[in-house]
Nanobody, 123 residues
Framework: QVQLVESGGGLVQAGGSLRLSCAAS??????VGWFRQAPGKEREFVGF????????NYADSVKGRCTISRDNAKNTVYLQMNSLKSEDTAVYYC??????????????????WGQGTQVTVSS
């Protein structure tokens, strides 16, 4: 049974940092992505990492402030977020799948999802 478990969310002041974790079990995937959803808004792409190569890509809104990494031994992916802004407030989800191309940027194509973790940035 595939399971993705996020952790690391919380309340942080603007300008602060948080590191989210996504622990995967059950099988391996080519891609792990991070998405977020703010109240009243659609779920949006944050970034992804290709498990085999470690290559990453990010949404423009977080580029330069976020870094996705993986720990193969722990089967865990991390989202390091720095210089947080109030507009980063959202529920953050990790997702996994064996996908490529433009599908990497869309939540429609990821097969497995975590339960989400709340990130609140106070200004």
């Amino acid at each position: 049974q595939v399971q993705l478990v996020e952790s690391g969310g919380g309340l942080v002041q603007a300008g602060g940092s948080l590191r989210l974790s996504c622990a995967a079990s059950g099988r391996t995937f080519s891609t792990v992505g991070w998405f977020r959803q703010a109240p009243g808004k659609e779920r949006e792409f944050v970034g992804f990492i290709k498990w085999r190569t470690g290559s990453t890509n990010y949404a423009d809104s977080v580029k330069g402030r976020c870094t996705i990494s993986r720990d193969n031994a722990k089967n865990t992916v991390y989202l390091q977020m720095n210089s947080l802004k109030s507009e980063d407030t959202a529920v953050y989800y990790c997702a996994a799948g064996s996908i490529s191309g433009s599908a990497l940027y869309s939540h429609d194509y990821y097969d497995y999802w975590g339960q989400g973790t709340q990130v609140t940035v106070s200004s």
